[in-house]
């Protein structure tokens, strides 16, 4: 067995981007990751994982005993603006947070119980849904919706 080595996997320090497996398909670019079931993975973010970055490549699936494919993770709170694919429309100025399938979307509204989610950024552009959005990212944070 051939052992892989990433160039930029091993402890230190990096320029806003990390370079990881992908543990699973990734269909299009720009879609939120979270940490995979190894540390050298990346997995998609759904709406209750804490995201490390946007995931600026596109991967197949890996086939069972194949080697899995290496993928850039631009991450957030990084000093540069990044991309990410709206799951909804999305208006300048709103706090983003993960949606389903690595996408992003914006606070819920306010309900009967206080709701927690993670904020990753603040849209500096409008988008539709399934539509690409630039955004000023954060490191992930809890933001707690306040009930109505």
Not at 95 to 105: N, Q, R
Request: net charge negative; with cysteine; hydrophobic share 40%.
């Amino acid at each position: 067995m051939t052992q892989l080595i990433l160039s930029n996997s091993v402890v230190g320090t990096h320029a806003c981007n990390i370079t990881k497996q992908a543990e699973e398909a990734i269909p299009t670019k720009y879609l939120l990751g979270k940490f995979g079931t190894q540390e050298t993975d990346v997995a998609l973010c759904g709406t209750s994982d804490l995201p490390i970055g946007i995931i600026t490549d596109e991967a197949a699936a890996p086939t069972s005993g194949g080697p899995k494919e290496i993928v850039n993770v631009a991450l957030l709170g990084s000093p540069d603006t990044l991309q990410a694919v709206a799951s909804t429309a999305i208006a300048a100025g709103a706090i983003l947070i993960p949606a389903e399938s690595g996408k992003v979307t914006t606070l819920p509204e306010p309900t009967e119980s206080d709701q927690i989610c993670t904020m990753i950024g603040i849209a500096l552009t409008s988008a539709a849904a399934n539509q690409i959005i630039e955004f000023m990212s954060c490191v992930s944070q809890q933001h707690v919706v306040k009930s109505s």
